[in-house]
């Protein structure tokens, strides 16, 4: 085991659970063994330029070719310098004279089970409609719109429509608070508001037009705001400012080129929390970031024309940005899209929603796949999912006892699991097994994409050895990379490229086995250090989940006057389990049992809930202050449960 000094993490965790793609799978796949994988990784390494290059000609439409495929100065990249293209071009008009013209772009589902179908060439003339609307409003190439609508097909047009004229989105999730919308159009300098009267959500309304009115009266450069009508509640329209959504389309003609747009054209801004409380706007491109999302669907997805894909993010989220609106539409899928709970009006609704519409690939967050397990499979099953034929996971690492469930109950042991790490940050997956190439391992992410060139470093700044965790950079810049924090030059620098020089700093820890495989070990600043052994906060919490009783665990340190930390968990037990001394104790041995006594908990806490930000990661800030009896709530763990507290808890956290 390596000293504390090193900056080295230690791993006790051991997996050897093995999964090869079976042989029918892989025989239908574009990559379809681990040479085919190996040569397409080594010839990106050996010449990312070129291979981009080939790629962007071969994937891409180009209004006019670019001069150059890269120009790098640390930080700041650019991809197909000089060229001219447009990402909802390429996502709608390029299968216009296609067999895809009437294939179904969007298949949605709203909560009270409404469904709508929308081809290509639908999507594509709602899409041209509502980029005349918004020109007529007054929106110009690089003015920004702010967008915070529910899960309709709108958003998808909403966000389209804005690449169509080179507009840039700011999509909040339509769950944050007033202040928080009203913080990132300041920071933006949003010009139009686009939302909704309504949001289902688990059968109650969520009055969205209501808080988008208290943010806009903090919202000074806010000047329009088109309201969608998806409920029909009563809401109140500002003269002026105010106008629907059916009437500017009714009036839009269906007519609107696609405006011939600069390869590094900014296309979104996107919020995510930053380490010091702010969010930061983090800034996506043009051509580099539609590449990206749709070579990345198409590899880690396996893409065949008469799948269904479900993605089941928010487009509030970066993955409902790379694997809703953009990469599979640039790929010509068919989407999925559901509006509403998981859990509304019963916890069957996602399994209910695979069996009625025959859905082919299913990807969506651990912490969605725990909420299952602690449901309880009856739900499950009750239908036949036998339409599946590849999972996925995204937004935080996976115990291995949850993949194993995964992988039994929902893929029925034949679908394989894509395991994709990747963030806001990086544009689309880095990370990920090629379901027909890679065999899996429970919790691992496997390997790196091609163009994608991975490092491990210790504080020191070395290359750390097979086994040991370390900060996880990027050694090479690669097309979906962000282009900066807007309008904040200096924090994209310190935040990314400082610390370790020349490379993208992750800001996540991970350490590769004996295999070559990956495995995040997640945040730096989640790391815990008992007795000079810097342990990662998943392992520990995937011990714990690896027992029967345990849905979810949460791992943090707090500090420990003998051993520098100490571990404290909090634990939500499974439905058919109690709280009690004997479970805490069992609990404990068990985590001695499985990775050592190192690792055995200190503290553990039973919780109904943990608290989470509002894409599903656990708080462990907040946890930590808990442990360490520095929130107010400290030692009370019924406040745990207090959603009220929770509510005011997790806007802090924004
Ligand atoms: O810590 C990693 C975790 O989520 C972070 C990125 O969060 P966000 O920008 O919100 O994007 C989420 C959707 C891509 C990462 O730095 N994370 C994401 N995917 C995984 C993961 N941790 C472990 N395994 C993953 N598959």
Known sequence: MSDSTSGQIDSVMTEDRLFPPNAEFASRSAIGSMAAYQKLYDEAKANPEAFWDKLAKAELHWFKPYDKVLEWKVPNAKWFVGGKTNVSYNCLDAHLTTARRNKAAIIWEGEPGDTRTLTYQQLHQEVCKFANALKKLGVKPGDVVSIYMPMTPELVVAMQACARIGAVHSVIFAGFSAEAIADRNNDANAKIQLTADAAWRRGKQLELKSVVDEALAKSPTVEKCVVLKRIGNEVTMQDGRDVWWHDVMAEA?????????????PLFILYTSGSTGKPKGIKHTTAGYILWAKKTFEWVFDHRDEDIFWCTADCGWITGHSYVAYGPLAAGATVMMYEGAPNWPLENRFWELIEKHKINILYTAPTAIRAFIKWGDEHVDKHDLSSLRLLGTVGEGINPEAWMWYHRKIGGERCPIVDTWWQTETGGIMMSPLPGAIPTKPGSCTKPLPGVIPSIVDEQLHEVQQNHGGMLCVSHPWPGMLRGIWED?????????????????????????????????????????VSGHRLSTIEVESALVSHSKVAEAAAVGRPDEIKGQAIAVFVTIKGNAEPS????????????????ALAQPDDIRFTAALPKTRSGKIMRRLLRDIASGNADIAGDTSTLEDYSVLAKLRDDEE
């Open 253 to 265: 003609s269906t007519d609107c080129p696609a405006a011939q747009l600069d390869s590094e054209a």
């Open 581 to 596: 001394e004997e479970l805490r104790q069992e609990l404990k041995l068990h985590v001695r049992k499985e990775i050592g």
């Open 489 to 529: 030059d200096a924090r994209y620098n310190e935040q990314y490229w400082t610390k370790v020089p020349g490379k993208y700093l992750t800001g996540d820890n991970a350490r590769q086995d004996d295999d070559g495989y990956y495995w995040i070990m997640g945040r730096i600043d989640d790391v815990i250090n």
